[in-house]
């Protein structure tokens, strides 16, 4: 089991910026690719970015790119996602999400593990 707590979450305005983070905790984190996904209202969720177990390899949904990076520091079994210029649509509730194996993975159903979830606004 691998449990995840999110924090870092926020009021933000329009073209500010948040740093998500993501604490694990049970097994090895470095084992496990890591994502990070969103859910507004009335919406499915979605995917936002994934990285490798090491770090070495990211991938952005087209919405973020270059907007939002995505990292972890397995010496301290955190994931995070920095967030600037920040739009009014990229309010939602933000969820990390663990999988065993390689990353390279989009699904919600291809992840084993969630966390609760940390609601990010933006206001225009």
């Known amino acids: 089991q691998v449990q995840l707590v999110e924090s870092g979450g926020g009021l933000v305005q329009a073209g500010g910026s948040l740093r998500l983070s993501c604490a694990a905790s049970?097994?090895?984190?470095?084992?496990?690719?890591m994502a990070w996904f969103r859910q507004a209202p009335g919406k499915e969720r979605e995917f936002v970015a994934t990285?490798?177990?090491?770090?070495?390899?990211?991938y952005y949904a087209d919405s973020v790119k270059g907007r939002f990076t995505i990292s972890r520091d397995n010496a301290k079994n955190t994931l995070y996602l920095q967030m600037i210029s920040l739009k009014p649509e990229d309010t939602a509730v933000y969820y990390c999400?663990?999988?065993?194996?390689?990353?390279?993975?989009?699904?919600?159903?291809?992840?084993?593990?969630w966390g609760q979830g940390t609601q990010v606004t933006v206001s225009s």
């Open positions: 999400a663990a999988r065993a194996g390689s990353f390279w993975y989009f699904k919600t159903e291809d992840y084993d593990y």
């Open positions: 049970g097994r090895t984190f470095s084992n496990y690719a």
């Open positions: 990285v490798s177990q090491r770090g070495a390899s990211t």
